[in-house]
């Protein structure tokens, strides 16, 4: 019988408590034996709710539980690196949600931790394990649709709370470190390249002063992406990708539904849908992440690319700024 990693989750956060420890519940490789928030009644609350046999009232007690072996860490923005190191420091494997850090340099602080303990950490974009960006990866570069040209793609919610964390500048807020970072992730999967220049536009709230309007576009070696996110917009979300001969559209590229099959189009004169068996985004993103702990092989996104994402993140924001193309570095 497989032995599954044991997993310790720091915070309640929603998309923990709702989205992926429920899904890493059915995972055949991890095992959520922990939860911890600053508050020890939020916890106990969480852990009942969800079946964990263990709650802590501070996030230092859980990382000194000698049984976890792995952490997931969706606290906001700004105290992923934090705590990620410290969750290194004693020894345990970190998956951090997206974005991992505010900045490149410290995402570098990341980095020298993983090789300083030798641990895992891997960036939580679970889009890269979805069968449906597989496989759209796969058809972009069959040459199906020709050479591969442009992508597109929309991203937004409307969220005008000021107390929520995507609205607090100093949490990491905003639009672009919030879901811009995925259509630049998702471009840079597709084209398997790097963007070698940016141009960006935003436009922000002028009480909160968080992004709520950005747009940006991405040079690469062989095409060019566009993409446009907001937090003060209608709910939306779609994808294009665009070659010389077809088209691939992916109709939920972020939140894949994980209780219906999912669906691409692929149009090369006339249009076919692929239709995705029902599957779990966080389930999958959890199960490899757990595999290469026992397995001891590479997690499936080593924190370099981190640091890549990070670097297009940040010349989207220095070129809205200076009003010239950036190259990220």
């Not at 420091?89 to 995402?107: D, F, M, R």
């Not at 991203?155 to 672009?176: E, M, T, V």
């Not at 968080?210 to 979300?237: A, H, K, N, W």
Request: charged share 25%.
């Amino acid at each position: 019988m497989r032995k599954k990693v044991k997993w310790g989750v720091l915070g309640v956060a929603k998309i923990a408590t709702v989205k992926v420890i429920p899904a890493m519940q059915q995972s055949e490789w991890s095992e959520v034996t922990a939860i911890a928030s600053r508050s020890v009644e939020k916890a106990q609350q969480a852990a009942s709710s969800l079946g964990i046999p263990k709650a802590y009232g501070s996030y230092e007690e859980l990382l000194s539980d000698p049984e976890i072996e792995a952490i997931y860490n969706p606290l906001p923005n700004h105290l992923h690196v934090p705590w990620s190191i410290r969750a290194a420091e004693a020894g345990k494997h970190v998956l951090c949600e997206k974005p991992i850090s505010l900045t490149v340099a410290e995402c570098r602080e990341l980095i020298a931790a993983r090789d300083q303990t030798g641990v895992k950490i891997e960036e939580a974009f679970m889009v890269r394990s979805h069968p449906q960006w597989i496989r759209a990866r796969a058809l972009a570069k069959s040459g199906e649709i020709g050479d591969l040209r442009a992508m597109m793609m929309a991203f937004s919610y409307n969220n005008r709370d000021p107390q929520n964390i995507r609205n607090i500048p100093d949490y990491g807020g905003g639009a672009l470190m919030d879901i811009g970072c995925y259509p630049i992730l998702l471009s840079r999967f597709v084209f398997a390249q790097e963007p070698t220049r940016v141009l960006g536009l935003l436009e922000r709230d002028p009480e909160m002063g968080t992004d709520r309007l950005t747009s940006g576009i991405l040079e690469f070696p062989s095409g060019q992406s566009v993409f446009t996110c907001s937090t003060q917009m209608v709910p939306y979300q779609r994808t294009q990708i665009l070659g010389t001969l077809g088209r691939i559209e992916v109709e939920i590229p972020v939140n894949a539904a994980p209780d219906r099959p999912q669906r691409i189009f692929v149009d090369t004169g006339e249009i076919r849908t692929e239709e995705f068996p029902i599957c779990n985004q966080y389930t999958l993103q959890g199960d490899e992440f757990s595999r290469a702990i026992r397995e001891g092989c590479e997690v499936p996104a080593p924190l370099e690319d981190a640091l890549r994402n990070m670097a297009v993140v940040e010349a989207v924001f220095r070129s809205a700024q200076t009003g010239k193309w950036e190259a990220p570095g």
